[in-house]
């Protein structure tokens, strides 16, 4: 059964500041990886969607990667800034409509 | 404006009550989604439908129903049944399976009292 880590579960960091948020996964079979941004009492918004046969994907300051191989996918936030702060989730798709959540990462950008 | 809508933002439901979330998109999406989710957990799928009148149980289906009459509506009945209701309850829908983002509602949080 697949499951979904994301570390750390929560991250604060200065105004500016680079920042780098992990997601590894059991099952390397996925069809696609998903990151998305929540924020409090809200929807998730979809950040960025990286396909198996993919390796990065950029969003203006965001950049995520994927290593199937390894079971792991990374979210690089450039130079954060306050509105940043949400929970961030990442979530990978097996062919069969099976998606799979993380537990999220609740990052604070302080002015 | 494109988009899922969810209502309502808030409910609450007594004890032994069946309570009914409705979901609704106007993205020509076919396939549909509910899932829950609770404090310090990621989401878990509760049904999800890939066309109309068609829909396939996910991980926690127990306690709830569904329907998928329209397109563009796919309502979540919360039973009696269901042992511990209260979470907050998100919607999604995607253009088909596999391939496409999933879109998600603004979510309804259901407390029972």
């Known amino acids: 059964k697949q499951e979904v880590t994301q570390i750390p579960a929560a991250l604060s960091v200065p105004e500016g500041e680079n920042l780098v948020l992990n997601c590894s996964f059991t099952?390397?079979?996925?069809?696609?990886l998903q990151w998305f941004r929540q924020d409090p009492g809200k929807g998730l918004t979809s950040l960025l969607l990286i396909q198996s046969s993919q390796r990065e994907q950029t969003s203006g300051r965001l950049n995520a990667s994927l290593d199937k191989s390894s079971g792991r996918s990374t979210l690089y936030i450039a130079a954060s800034q306050p509105g940043d702060s949400a929970t961030y989730l990442c979530?990978?798709?097996?062919?069969?409509?099976?998606?799979?959540f993380g537990a999220g990462t609740r990052l604070t950008v302080k002015p | 404006d494109g988009g899922i809508t969810q209502s309502p933002k808030y409910l609450f439901r007594k004890e032994g009550q069946n309570v009914t979330l409705s979901c609704e998109q106007n993205?020509?999406?076919?396939?549909m989604y509910w899932y829950r989710q609770d404090p310090g957990q990621g989401l878990r799928l509760i049904y999800y439908?890939?066309?109309?009148?068609?829909?396939q149980k996910g991980d926690i289906a127990e306690g709830y129903s569904v329907s998928r009459e329209k397109k563009e509506s796919f309502p979540l009945t919360v039973t009696s049944a269901q042992k511990n209701p209260t979470a907050f309850y998100l919607c999604?829908?995607?253009?088909?399976?596999?391939?496409?983002?999933?879109?998600f509602g603004p979510g309804t949080r259901l407390t029972v009292l």
């Open positions: 979530a990978v798709e097996h062919n069969n409509n099976d998606m799979r």
């Open positions: 993205l020509n999406h076919d396939a």
């Open positions: 099952d390397s079979a996925i069809y696609n």
């Open positions: 999604a829908s995607s253009s088909s399976q596999g391939a496409d983002e999933q879109f």
């Open positions: 439908s890939q066309i109309v009148n068609d829909f």
